[in-house]
């Protein structure tokens, strides 16, 4: 089945006089998908998601929401999408209940009172209504943030950061959060972060960019398959010279910690080696493997691309 497309970018461009920040970028977010969005400090995610939201010009591209046109189509289509970061401030005087009131009014919420109070239950910041926002923590601003961000039931909601500066019990709340929203209502998401495992959690698919432009694209568990070795850590404590020398002697790819070797293998020749272990009497008080995982990945291809 042919799936709805809620987000269409093709060719998009921003240049800063002889700076490219975004490079040439094309994506489709459907309709419940969750796009992660990729890259280190400074490769343009910010800069494409102002551009998505209209507060910066686009040098080039054309942009579709609902396969309506944007910005022409600017209105009807900020109804309908939304946004959160925690780069952004609000009003700082007003309190919690004010600001919410405000945003309540200019997205025209149904029982905009049951809405705002069934979120801040969500996100558990109730008890703050009559704080002033200067007041709040950082913590505390990204979850009202995230309150703003969902009161007009959007179905496109752009999310930079969404949970930095929060405790891991609050960030796993807010994941839940996240998916409920997703099953329920199919929502659809453009997401940023840091946290390589929440990507990999939150995500249907990972675009990675650098530089403004596009270096790979797949699902979080593809673009880790790409790598093939996984990583063997042993602890050898009696025979770590032995294993040292044979380590070399047979030119494993390996790094050492006194006791505490890693081993870089391709995941088919782990049996082997372990067995290989064994008729060298090499012998280990601790083992793991380790898979490669997309922060592998992320970490290996920009290495590779840019090195």
Known sequence: MEKNIILEVKNLTKKFNSFTAVDDLS?????????????????????????????????GGIIKYFDKPFPKERESVLKQINYSSTYISMPWLSSVDEILNIYARLYEVDDKKKRIAKLLGEFEIEHLRKQQ??????????????????LNYPKLILLDEPTASLDPD????????????????????????????????????????K??????????????????????????????????????????SYTVDRYRFVISLAEQHVAEFLQTLTSQNIKYE??????????DYFLEVLKEKYD
Not at 236 to 241: G, P, S, T, V
């Open 133 to 150: 926002f200067s007041f709040l923590s950082a913590g505390e601003k990204t979850r009202l943030f995230l309150v703003k961000a969902f």
């Open 170 to 209: 609050i960030a796993i709340k807010i994941r839940r959060f996240l998916k409920k929203e997703k099953a329920e209502y199919n929502v659809s998401m453009l997401f940023t972060s840091h946290n390589m495992s929440e990507v990999e959690e939150m995500c249907d698919r990972v675009m990675i960019i």
């Open 211 to 252: 530089s403004g432009k596009i270096i790979d694209q797949d699902t979080p568990e593809n673009l880790a398959k790409k790598l093939h070795n996984s990583q063997v850590e042993l602890l050898i404590m009696k025979d770590n010279k032995i294993a040292e020398n044979y380590f070399k002697e047979k030119k494993f």
């Open 27 to 59: 994506l489709e977010i459907g309709e419940g998908e969750v796009l992660g969005l990729l890259g280190p400090n400074g490769a343009g995610k910010t800069t494409t998601i102002h551009i998505l939201l209209g507060v910066m010009e686009a040098t």
């Open 286 to 295: 601790e083992i793991s493997i380790n898979k490669p995982t997309l922060e």
